[in-house]
């Protein structure tokens, strides 16, 4: 036969994408949307430093990024009261986890995590050979005790845990997270994703104990820093694990302007501030906008809003519906009983006042079945 | 133990990298380069188009980019003669590299590739448990029937063939390239590696044929569109075979900016044409200082010169640690009787300058052995 042999893996795959992207399904209605408030970017941008930074580094884009990205790496470590060799730069979270998976996952490899969470690492979970086990969420929060008692079961390699959470925006104490890390059972890893980590809470936030090689931490310039087109996502974890990513990534895959972007970004700590209070400004008002139409808005933690439909998931897809038709894109959690909810981004006032235009009308033709 | 468990194939890799990239070398020596001649970089930059371009895009870097690089995609489609569906963007082709091996090696899966060839080629074969093998160059050349002899013996699921060839910048003739194409042993992909196609002869560049599912080609905006730092290359196939990326790939990896940048490049025929005499002229130009110093020459379709030292690799290693203490930073061949050769890039008139400057001297040094 001519033509590629796929590896055993690959030929069972099947040919799913974790997400389909707004762009995409503007194409697909045939029109923009009037409010992009699915994907939990920022709205509000970068910092102006970033900006410029950015324009600054494409004078330079003919040549290839520092495959170390030695400045910005020694930049978080000073941040974060940790080593540069504590922290390995990816193409975002999403790269980072295919590069965690790929590390340690094959066939015949167990994988935990909440039922509705992260579709991106099941992907590469399943991309990779791995066996993926499914708890549920409690109250609307994901489950540590679920999640450990499920990897001791089936002595699993990874455990995946967003804290904040996304899709719910609830989120875990500090002291839960830490009772969950001195509780994996021997070879388990903890994938704890903080994609969302500067809108949290500061007591939901462990300390760092980069010794630990059980624990990754995951995080991001695509929230808080509004670089999610950037692509700058970092892991960290103790320094041999973190060396180990040397084995397996794409040494020279990091945009240049974007790194530049991402170091200039960290010193503007009032352009953080000031898109952290925007954000808060957000959530309350899309909470009162939910409240308005006799939704119950979720507490969140993270730059969006799930709000509770009232009832089960079929009517609340109908509602998202309802919205997309009217060019306002939101998405919603996957399984129930979460997906009793639609999950609305943190937006400007201009795209939640399209929000709270379009929702009553969502809302009467869901009603209506 | 706590801590992770490494897959079988992880933990047997070597904590070895591909490139140590100029960055790390102007650390390590303390001080910035005067000349960037080693990455095969353009120099030159890229359209003033693609620069407008990307700062354009950076003030939506807060959004993610299209995951499917649908207007890229469309119109490399229609510059090439070929549908959208033959065609999957990637973070420069080293990813699409990383992500080719993925779908079809495994431990026991064996490739084929030239002895010098590209590393990072190997580096992916290695970190995916495949097994290379390796084959002399023939005359400075990639030896295709060498190649598909080892292919059949050893039952190759790739063989790896750059056109115009890296690091020696020699190149093959459309038939040769199409004569290993009809001869391709049964379940034998080609990774034709076109990444200094836009600077080689016409008669060197097969048609395209989209049908046929053992060829896969491997295009960038790294070399002669002047953006190695935006991370954005693409592959050509049959359109199942493309498809079949979908199931392995960081859909949302490629940074937003990037692609604007890479789809005005393409609108710019006129700076393409411009880059292509400017390399033209610094090929000319390599050469006269090449011979000015009574070295060879060799003839390149691309945007370097690989110069011939006269030597052996002990000599032309002694060439080039002399540049790098001169501030010249180049490369050279990995293995004999290449290694006689250093690799100089296509530089602006003031950095070819400083070659001829140092060569010189780092000659008279590698001379007193």
Not at 232 to 260: C, L, P, T, W
């Amino acid at each position: 036969m001519r033509g590629p042999r796929f590896t055993d893996i690959v030929a069972a795959l099947p040919p799913t994408v974790p997400f389909v992207g707004p762009e995409q399904m503007e194409r697909d209605r045939g029109a923009p949307f009037v409010a992009r408030l699915g994907a939990n970017e920022s709205v509000f941008g970068p910092s102006p430093l970033a900006s410029r930074a950015m324009q600054a580094a494409d004078a330079e884009i003919w040549k290839y990024g520092d495959s170390t990205s030695f400045d910005l790496r020694h930049a978080l470590a000073e941040d974060l009261g940790i080593g540069a060799d504590n922290i390995v730069l990816g193409a975002g979270i999403d790269g980072l986890l295919e590069s965690t998976v790929r590390l340690m996952v094959g066939p015949g490899d167990q994988v935990v995590t909440s039922d509705g969470a992260y579709p991106t690492f099941n992907f590469h979970v399943a991309g990779h050979g791995g066996t993926l086990h499914r708890v549920p969420y409690r109250d609307d929060h994901e489950d540590t005790e679920a999640l450990l008692a499920k990897a001791r079961a089936v002595g699993a390699k990874l455990i995946y845990l967003a804290n904040p959470d996304n899709p719910m925006g609830s989120w875990l104490s500090a002291a839960q997270v830490e009772a969950m890390i001195a509780a994996l059972p021997a070879g388990c890893v903890l994938v704890l994703d903080e994609a969302y980590v500067e809108f949290a809470p500061e007591d939901s936030v462990p300390a760092f104990d980069v010794t630990d090689p059980a624990v990754l931490r995951f995080r991001t310039f695509s929230k808080a820093h509004g670089m999610a087109g950037a692509r700058v996502g970092y892991a960290i974890g103790q320094a041999d694990v973190i060396a180990a990513y040397e084995k397996v990534r794409n040494h020279f895959g990091m945009n240049r302007s974007a790194q530049a972007g991402a170091l200039a970004a960290l010193q503007d700590r009032a352009w953080l501030a000031r898109v952290q209070r925007d954000v808060a400004t957000a959530r309350d008002r899309i909470a009162a906008i939910a409240r308005d139409n006799g939704l119950r808005p979720l507490a969140s933690a993270t730059n969006f809003v799930a709000v509770d439909c009232g009832a089960d998931g079929g009517f609340a897809r109908r509602v998202l519906t309802g919205l997309l038709a009217q060019g306002v894109f939101v998405r919603m959690p996957f399984v129930a009983p979460e997906d009793r909810c639609i999950r609305i981004s943190a937006g400007t006032p201009e795209m939640l006042d399209a929000f709270a235009a379009a929702l009553p009308e969502a809302l009467a033709v869901a009603r209506r079945g």
